[in-house]
């Protein structure tokens, strides 16, 4: 008997269904992929009170309507890391697999400690200064002709980060350093491109970088095929940009223009130009996270050619996630090169611990109400834990909880945004 031959079913996803099941109903993180991979110029970004989404900019059918999406367009959901089943298609184009239970911080080739051996990379930028170094090398290899990366506005004054171009060592330095607050670097695509770039790279949490990967799996278009390199920054969340004002200066009194640098640590970590050091609790400052980090289930950047952080007990050091051949190849060139200097993973077991453990912590916050995919080997809170075991539960999947619990990978309650920026 021959096997039928199925045809794969015809993509009729648009903007309609797009708003529905992303950007009204939570799962919207604000990437912008969308607006980058629109081909009719018909999709706006929103930051007014801190919404960061996408909105439609014609009016005639509503704010969830899109005459171009009716007439067959599908750009926009083909671009989302968020639609559906974004995280198994993405992991398969990747891998040629699906994450596995264990594999809370996705799928990894290696897992290094590096940190860039020139100087002017190590001072400018966060940690080990790896992603100022990987741009760089990449710029002068003709790997990537431009790079899409947060910048901050005006004379850096007003730590406002914004998206931007960085094609040069100087403007690779100038957008060193962490923001925490929201930078949607895919909105600098459209004046890359404009610029003349066509081999892109792009810098950013993994709410941005599994766009790429998705673009490709779903053949959205040129967009896809441009942005050829991405760099992941762990984060478990970033904060709105009112938080300088209503929250640090009002009731700490360090105003936005005194503040040189920002680090996070357990606590805000603030460093200002009169030279003085402030340490500001974490947790004060959760009222300000972003809505669109609420429901995010990715802290390691799971699809990111390289993904970053700086979470380790180590200084100057930043935890390297190697998940790509592409990944693997730049890291091997640069260290070859002497460019870059690397350590095994496991020199920081601490690290590691971690990264697992915030990777949990991110996938619990996934809505029960989506796709079940994110959640996948999310072990469920000590109390259930706790109480099957009382029970004397001892099925395979309790004693595989309780392991889970017993080696770390239980989540703290609430996570810092560890950026490793260029």
């Avoid at 594999?103 to 400018?124: I, P, S, W």
């Avoid at 799971?302 to 990944?327: K, N």
């Avoid at 920081?348 to 991110?362: H, N, W, Y």
Wanted: glycine letters at 10%; hydrophobic letters at 40%.
């Amino acid at each position: 008997m021959t096997e039928e031959r199925r045809t794969p079913e015809r993509w009729k996803a648009e903007w309609a269904d797009l708003y529905s099941e992303v950007v009204t109903s939570g799962l919207c993180t604000g990437c912008a992929g969308c607006i980058a991979a629109c081909p009719h110029d018909v999709l706006g970004y929103d930051t007014v009170a801190g919404a960061y989404k996408p909105y439609h900019l014609e009016d005639e059918l509503g704010p969830g309507g899109c005459s171009h999406g009716l007439r067959g367009c599908t750009s926009c959901t083909r671009a989302c890391p968020r639609f559906r089943t974004w995280e198994s298609e993405a992991d398969t184009f990747m891998a040629g697999r699906e994450r596995q239970p264990e594999e809370q911080a996705g799928m990894v080739r290696r897992v290094l400690l590096a940190r860039a051996t020139n100087h002017d990379f190590l001072a400018a930028g966060q940690d080990g200064g790896v992603v100022s170094a990987i741009l760089l090398w990449c710029l002068e290899q003709g790997r990537i002709d431009a790079a899409l990366v947060s910048q901050v506005e005006g004379d850096g004054g007003g730590w406002k980060a914004v998206p931007g171009v960085a094609r040069t060592r100087d403007e690779v330095l100038a957008a060193a350093g962490s923001r925490y607050t929201y930078s949607a670097n895919m909105l600098a695509y459209a004046p890359a491109v404009a610029a003349g770039a066509e081999k892109l790279a792009l810098v950013g949490m993994g709410c941005q970088t599994s766009a790429p990967v998705v673009m490709k799996a779903r053949k959205a278009g040129k967009v896809g095929r441009r942005l050829g390199l991405s760099i992941g920054l762990m984060c478990s969340k970033s904060f709105d940009d009112s938080i300088f004002e209503e929250f640090f200066e009002a009731r700490y009194g360090i105003a936005r223009a005194d503040i040189v640098k920002i680090n996070i640590k357990g606590v805000f970590q603030i460093w200002c130009r009169d030279g003085s050091y402030h340490e500001v609790p974490l947790k004060e400052g959760h009222a300000w996270t972003r809505d669109g980090c609420k429901a995010c289930p990715d802290f390691a950047a799971e699809h990111a050619d390289i993904s970053t952080g700086g979470i380790g007990e180590l200084e100057d050091w930043t935890l390297t996630v190697v998940r790509s051949e592409q990944g693997e190849e730049v890291i091997d060139e640069m260290v070859a090169a002497g460019a870059l200097e690397v350590r095994p993973g496991e020199d920081d077991p601490g690290a590691l611990a971690l990264m697992r453990r915030l990777s949990t912590a991110s996938r619990r916050r996934w809505p029960a109400t989506a796709v079940a995919g994110p959640k996948l080997g999310v072990p469920p809170p000590k109390a259930a834990s706790a109480g099957a075991a009382a029970s004397g539960a001892t099925t395979p999947a309790a004693v595989a909880t309780s392991a889970a619990v017993a080696t770390g990978q239980e989540p703290p309650s609430t996570a810092a945004p560890t950026l490793d920026a260029p």
